[in-house]
């Protein structure tokens, strides 16, 4: 009898936003460091009740907004030798933001660096030039943004 090891999966919940004619994404980077552009979001937590739940708890804490019905465009997978990561990343519209109800570790903790949201008009140069991270997703958006109608 062989034993297997169970695979453990870890999920990730990301947004690219849409507030007006502009696009939402995070600046990020450490004083000293690079600095990059991303997606906000982060890891689904237990007490998530499921990945769009856990992708409103993200985007309150990291930019104080919420959002319209979510709209999942893209999924990546990473495997690794004991932990498979799996990136969701979803479509959806800003309603409102307060940056006064950003909450999560990213403000109260100076050593998770940078957590700046920053406005891209929604035009392939404009987020071309951002140097986006992961690669992937930065390839996605230039293949298809100008065809999200806005």
Same mark, same amino acid.
């Given at each position: 009898?062989?034993? +297997?090891?169970?695979?453990?999966?870890?999920?990730?919940?990301?947004?690219?936003?849409?507030?007006?004619?502009?696009?939402?994404?995070?600046?990020?980077?450490?004083?000293?460091?690079?600095?990059?552009?991303?997606?906000?979001?982060?890891?689904?937590?237990? !007490?998530?009740?499921?990945? !769009?739940?856990?992708?409103?708890?993200? +985007?309150?804490?990291?930019?104080?907004?919420?959002?319209?019905?979510?709209?999942?465009?893209?999924?990546?997978?990473?495997?690794?030798?004991?932990?498979?990561?799996?990136?969701?990343?979803?479509?959806? %519209? +800003?309603? %409102?933001?307060?940056?006064?109800?950003?909450?999560?570790?990213?403000?109260?903790?100076?050593?998770?660096?940078?957590?700046?949201?920053?406005?891209?008009?929604?035009?392939?140069?404009?987020?071309?030039?951002?140097?986006?991270?992961?690669? !992937?997703?930065?390839?996605?958006?230039?293949?298809?943004?100008?065809?999200?109608?806005?």
């Amino acid at each position: 009898m062989a034993i +297997v090891a169970s695979m453990k999966v870890r999920r990730n919940v990301r947004a690219v936003l849409l507030d007006g004619d502009h696009l939402v994404f995070l600046r990020r980077g450490w004083p000293g460091g690079s600095t990059f552009y991303t997606t906000v979001g982060g890891g689904v937590e237990t !007490e998530d009740a499921g990945l !769009e739940a856990a992708l409103r708890r993200e +985007v309150m804490e990291e930019i104080g907004a919420t959002i319209g019905p979510p709209v999942e465009f893209l999924t990546m997978t990473e495997p690794g030798e004991r932990v498979t990561a799996v990136w969701h990343y979803f479509r959806a %519209d +800003v309603l %409102d933001t307060d940056v006064g109800r950003r909450s999560g570790p990213e403000v109260s903790d100076p050593d998770l660096g940078d957590f700046t949201p920053v406005h891209v008009p929604l035009d392939v140069s404009a987020v071309a030039a951002l140097g986006l991270e992961p690669p !992937e997703l930065a390839d996605y958006l230039r293949d298809h943004i100008a065809s999200w109608g806005i």
